[in-house]
Nanobody, 125 residues
Framework: QVQLVESGGGLVQAGGSLRLSCAAS????????LAWFRQAPGKEREFVGAISWSGVTTRYADSVKGRFIISRDNAKSTMYLQMNSLKPEDTAVYYCAVGRRMFVVTTTAGDYNYWGQGTQVTVSS
């Protein structure tokens, strides 16, 4: 059974940093993109960024570009989200997910399969 578990969330002041992890178990995902999404209260789930299996290709939402960095360690079946220069508007539950189709990255939540339970990130002003 595939399981994704996010961790690393918490409360941080604006301008601070956090590092989220997403650990996968049950199978590996060669050639699939892994992605981070987030959802704030009352808002739709939004794309944050994604990374290819090789780690060579990354894609970010404009709102986080230059502040967030995605990486993955396939040997550990883990993906990371390094979040720097955090802003109050980054407050949300952060989720990781696996793409439905090999080699394809999109910004649409429906194009991703196998979601984690989420980890809360709260940025105070």
């Amino acid at each position: 059974q595939v399981q994704l578990v996010e961790s690393g969330g918490g409360l941080v002041q604006a301008g601070g940093s956090l590092r989220l992890s997403c650990a996968a178990s049950g199978r590996t995902f060669p050639n699939y993109f892994l992605a981070w999404f987030r959802q704030a209260p009352g808002k739709e789930r939004e794309f944050v960024g994604a990374i290819s299996w090789s780690g060579v290709t990354t894609r970010y939402a404009d709102s986080v570009k230059g502040r967030f960095i995605i990486s993955r360690d396939n040997a550990k079946s883990t993906m990371y989200l390094q979040m720097n220069s955090l802003k109050p508007e980054d407050t949300a539950v952060y989720y990781c997910a696996v793409g439905r189709r090999m080699f394809v990255v999109t910004t649409t939540a429906g194009d991703y399969n196998y979601w984690g339970q989420g980890t809360q990130v709260t940025v105070s002003s």
